[in-house]
């Protein structure tokens, strides 16, 4: 069974820069496309960004363009996202998803994807 989890969410201030890190464990072989969504008390999911299998392709939210870094290591099996000059709009909970092997190109559709990670807070004071 596929397991992810999240980590380096935190309190930050405005400004500031944060690496996210997602850890797959558990038939990690069967990923395929891998994705950061984030979401916010009585709003709906919102897509980030995500990265083909392979690592080389890679897509943005239009809330993600500029400041946003996905990344992965399939040897290490983890994901990473670079967040730069967070801000207070980036307060949300950060949740990591891979998609099945045999679909390997990213989607910003998050039904699209079958396994999820609990989530890591991530806090911006102003």
């Known amino acids: 069974q596929v397991q992810l989890v999240e980590s380096g969410g935190g309190l930050v201030q405005a400004g500031a820069s944060l690496t996210l890190s997602c850890a797959a464990s558990?038939?990690?072989?069967?990923?395929?496309?891998m994705g950061w969504f984030r979401q916010v008390p009585e709003k709906e999911r919102e897509f980030v960004a995500a990265?083909?299998?392979?690592?080389?392709?890679?897509y943005y939210g239009d809330s993600a363009k500029g400041r946003f870094t996905i990344s992965r290591d399939n040897a290490k099996s983890t994901m990473t996202l670079e967040i730069h000059t967070l801000k207070p709009d980036d307060t949300a909970i950060y949740y990591c998803?891979?998609?099945?092997?045999?679909?390997?190109?990213?989607?910003?559709?998050?039904?699209?994807?079958?396994?999820w990670g609990r989530g890591t807070q991530v806090t911006v004071s102003s």
């Open positions: 998803s891979a998609r099945p092997a045999v679909s390997i190109a990213p989607t910003q559709r998050s039904w699209e994807y079958d396994y």
């Open positions: 558990g038939g990690t072989g069967s990923l395929g496309a």
């Open positions: 990265c083909s299998a392979s690592g080389r392709s890679t």
